[in-house]
């Protein structure tokens, strides 16, 4: 049997080659297995009185299927399965479990990776992504028990991809398998997050690039009733997105800034695969950083609205962050990489706000996960209460504390060099970073090289994929790229 191991975010595999349907339902049943454990040990007032599970799924090739192979393991097993009809943003699936006093949830999803990849998110009673404990806790169950249900020998039974007609075609305990839609509820409670009142008043033109993801539709669906117009840009069903990976980056961002060019809207938000991150571009397709989105969306929180609280924040973020919390007096906690270091930190009582580098950010008073949805909105709002562009706003934060220009290069490497690599720049650091004598390292996930001048360079495994991500951030673009082929010969020397 494929071996199966979990990464920063739930298991992500190949189509076919590792992600199938049997397999599926062998970490479906240990995940079953694990909750009912959890339950046992930690007394049932902690989920709720009901063994419940929330499942949900994206748009990729087969997410529907294997989402009722989940379903059909989980009923099997005694859970009350509720299931969404048709593709779902995973911050909906999020908010659900803990809305519902589910035990837990399951996303099917790959969220950026390519599109032959599929995956399994772990989603925990809180409403967040599982620990790495908790993970690897499902791991060990993997085949300790017999695949209950008929999803573990026979397979999905024939019917149409949507869930509500396939569900009536299940041989195996449909009753305990209830059809809900979970996005109007958490629409209701993002859009109380912010002033929609303002922001449905404010006439912004927004655009919307879904990079084909299952995030098409929701901002013209939110801003609806509105006097905001809204352009969805690449929204349409493709399993292969476009040729393009559905990570919110500069470089897939091609499509939908030469429509923007053509018909230049206030500015244009970007969501992922899954829509659990948020991304950027101005009105005219000028793309934005994760890192500058980031920055806006705190100051956002800070100085328009007021917030005070901890910030968190993976320590492969823009130090921007850094000067922003000192500046305004807020506690500043540095974790690894993966929001599910973030998601404690957001339950804490005092938490404000937490993001990493990959434009996944986190609100405190809503659910401890990643909403590329609830960010949008909140970057709508900011436009509103500003009544400037988003460049014009990003340039003042540059002119307040400086600038900080960042890039990130992702190249192919092995995955069983990756610890031999990672020593020899433990033992080897550089001298300098540009004209920069180094002044610090961290090793707390991959290898991070700091300057005197908050100028940092950082390389470190993906936890998903086997590439080697190289991120850099300096004071000017030229820098940044400096950095980056100093990081490229790192991995040859």
Known sequence: MSQIKFGTDGWRAVIAEDFTFANVARVAQATADFWKLEISNRHSEIFGRNLKVVVGYDRRFLSPQFAQTTAQVFAANGYEVILTPEPTPTPCVSFAVKQLGAVGGVMITASHNPPQFNGFKLKSHFGGSSSAEDCAAVEALLDKNPVHGEAGSAGIPAGKLRFAQAVGKMPALPERIHIHDLRPAHFAAIKRLVDFKLIAKSKLRVA???????GAGVFETLLAKTNCTVTTLNGAHDIL??????????????LGSAQLRKKPHDLCLVTDGDADRIGLMDGRGTPMTNQQVIALL?????????????????????ALVDKLCAAHNLPLTEVGIGFRHIAPELMKPGALFGAEESGSVGFANHIPERDGLAA????????????????QIYARLEKEFG????????????????AELMGKLRSNPPAKLLRQPLT??????????????????MLRGSGTEPVLRIYAEAKSDADVQ???????????D
């Open 208 to 214: 919307h690039d879904a990079l084909f993801g299952v």
């Open 482 to 492: 400096k950095l980056l082929k100093l990081g490229i010969s790192l991995l040859h």
């Open 440 to 457: 610090k390292m961290e090793t707390r996930d991959g290898v991070k090289f700091i300057a005197a001048d908050s100028t940092w360079l």
């Open 376 to 391: 949008g909105l909140f970057l709508l709002e900011m436009l509103a209460m500003s009544l400037v562009s988003v460049n």
């Open 241 to 254: 997105f476009g040729g393009i990976c559905p990570e919110p980056l500069a470089k897939n961002y091609v």
């Open 298 to 318: 705190l100051h956002h929180l800070v100085r328009n609205r007021g917030g005070q609280g901890t910030v968190t924040k993976t320590f492969n973020t823009t």
């Open 403 to 418: 600038p900080h220009r960042y890039a990130r290069f992702d190249a192919p490497y092995p995955l069983e060099q990756r």
